[in-house]
Every structure is written in C-alpha cells, then in structure tokens.
C-alpha cells in the first residue's frame, strides 16, 4: 500500500533558522516565497532528494491552501519527474530543506543572490 501524501510540511530546526534570514533579506519577510523560492531553487540546481533528511522536520505549513492553491506545484513535479508522484508534498518539503541549506551555505560563502541565480540558470 502507498504512503500517504504529507499534508503538513515544514523545515528542520536550522534551516528554519536560515530561512528567517533568507526571507528577511531577499523576500520582504515572506517565508513562504522564500520556502517556493528554495523549492525551484533545488530543482534548478540539481540537487538530490535522497541528500534531504529523512526525519526531524517542524511543520511550518498546510501543504495544500497554503503552500500551494490549485495544483502548480503538484504538477511540476510530476511533470519533472521529481520524487514520488504520489507524495509531492513530501517531495517539496525535501527539496525546500536542501534548497534552503545550499543558498544559505552560499551566502555564507560571500556569494550574493545574483551569483546564485546565474548559476542555477546556467545549470538549466
């Protein structure tokens, strides 16, 4: 029998921490742009799913009516064949973590959010 879809979703302790900072300085304080923008941001960059930790995240948002209205982010997932079709959510919520982590590793490293963009483009 399938797993069920995650309906709560969120981050782990420390990438809570750097997405507080992220939305602060790049996103006017909204952390959930911040949350979609590091979604697209692990996909673009290639980032294996598998790398996401498997336990220890603190629910942060209702999947579905918050995170996602409609079936965009559903969709694209599938469409690109990330994770398991029948668990996207469960598929964002890693990729949000490892998207949160490399940005914020990078800004650490003195990149700036342009440089991280450029390359992410690059990488498509």
Do not use: C, H, W
Not at 69 to 98: C, Q, T, W, Y
Not at 110 to 123: C, G, H, K, V
């Amino acid at each position: 029998m399938a797993q069920e879809d995650k309906q709560q979703i969120g981050l782990t302790p420390d990438a809570n921490e750097a997405i507080t900072k992220i939305a602060t300085d790049y996103f006017g304080g909204s952390q959930q742009d911040a949350y979609r923008f590091a979604i697209s941001y692990a996909i673009g960059a290639n980032l294996d799913i598998a790398d996401a930790p498997q336990s220890g995240y603190v629910t942060k948002y209702n999947a579905l009516g918050t995170l996602e209205i409609g079936s965009s982010l559903r969709d694209l997932l599938e469409l690109l064949e990330v994770g398991d079709p029948s668990r996207p959510f469960a598929a964002a919520e890693k990729l949000a973590e490892l998207g949160v982590r490399d940005i914020a590793r990078r800004l650490d490293g003195n990149e700036t959010m342009a440089d991280i963009l450029s390359s992410t483009a690059e990488i498509m």
